[in-house]
């Protein structure tokens, strides 16, 4: 792997580069051994199931690559990660775990429980991320009904899951939504591909300028619905590509008529860094915190 992180829990992600670990980490334990047995070796945190990572070719030169690169160390480095054979088996950066969208960690996993916690602590974040993406200013209500259903399905268990794909993994879970009633950007991809295949309906008033809200048009009814699917994992080399597709359909035959798709390309690094943003910038939403808390709880 090519980024890690330097504590466990919602740490940033960082590039695995001399210039950003040696900055981040001052050369201080329990990165830096300093144990001659250990040869001299540095350790990290594996972004995807926050097992110890050793740091190979730092300051050693590589046959095969020319940058260093993290790779999972089954032991316990004390003071920076327990090492968990479980999590180590479902990581999606050890290149071979299988997923399917009905994989789910056993409730005993404390990963499940850290994902929990996150989406609770900061899913005004994940709204904002999914809103950006999709281009829809959800409701209040419908986030509720998208939180009830991912608790439902019980997201947080999904193998897939990890603390840095919250976001998109809880649009997963969610599974189809109705888009009646939301507010969309008016000058999107969507907007316009709404307005072109479904006559049925309209987008009409605006309390912002560049919103307006899907409503019907009064011609005939249709059902109109978004949902994402397609969440692929795939281990590159030493990289990982993470990829959704945000889908929005029309009609209730199998499969539904597609009106507007999109591939949503997951960085691993974006959502821990927008967490570590200073509260100002990255705008926080405190009712839509509530709510998590409402929902969330037992935790
Ligand atoms: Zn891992």
Redesign the pocket.
């Known amino acids: 792997m090519r980024k890690c992180k330097l504590r466990t829990g919602s740490a940033p992600v960082i590039e695995i580069t001399r210039e950003a670990f040696e900055s981040a980490t001052e050369k201080k334990p329990p990165y830096y051994s300093g144990d001659p047995k250990s040869d001299g070796r540095q350790f990290a945190v ?1 972004p ?2 926050e ?1 110890p ?1 050793k740091i190979i070719g730092m300051y050693k030169k590589l046959t095969l690559t020319d940058k260093p690169y993290g790779k ?1 160390f089954p032991h316990t480095v004390k003071g920076l990660a327990s090492y968990s054979q479980q ?2 088996e479902y ?1 999606i ?2 290149g071979s775990a299988k997923i399917s969208k009905s994989s789910r960690r056993p409730e005993s996993s404390g990963m499940p429980r850290e994902i929990l916690k996150l989406l609770r602590s900061q899913f005004d974040l994940v709204a904002d991320i999914l809103s950006k993406e999709t281009d829809i200013r959800f409701s209040r209500s419908l986030l509720r009904h998208m939180l009830r259903t991912y608790l439902g399905e019980q997201g947080h268990r999904y193998f897939g899951a990890t603390l840095y794909n919250l976001p998109w993994v809880f649009g997963y879970m969610s599974n189809s939504q109705k888009l009646y009633g939301q507010y969309i950007r008016k000058d999107s991809p969507l907007a316009h591909m709404i307005q072109l295949r479904c006559p049925e309906i309209i987008l009409t008033g605006s309390d912002s300028g560049d919103y307006a809200q899907v409503s019907k048009s009064g011609v005939s009814f249709v059902d109109l619905n978004f949902c994402f699917i397609h969440h692929r994992q795939k281990a590159t080399g030493y990289d990982l590509s993470e990829s959704i597709t945000f889908h929005v359909s029309r009609g209730l035959g199998t499969p539904p008529e597609t009106v507007y798709e999109k591939t949503i390309e997951i960085d691993p690094a974006f959502f821990p860094n927008l967490i570590h943003t200073p509260r100002e910038i990255a705008g926080r939403k405190e009712a839509l915190l509530a709510l998590a808390g409402e929902e969330i709880t037992g935790i």
């Open positions: 594996c995807a199931c097992n990572i999972h999590e180590y990581c950066l050890r």
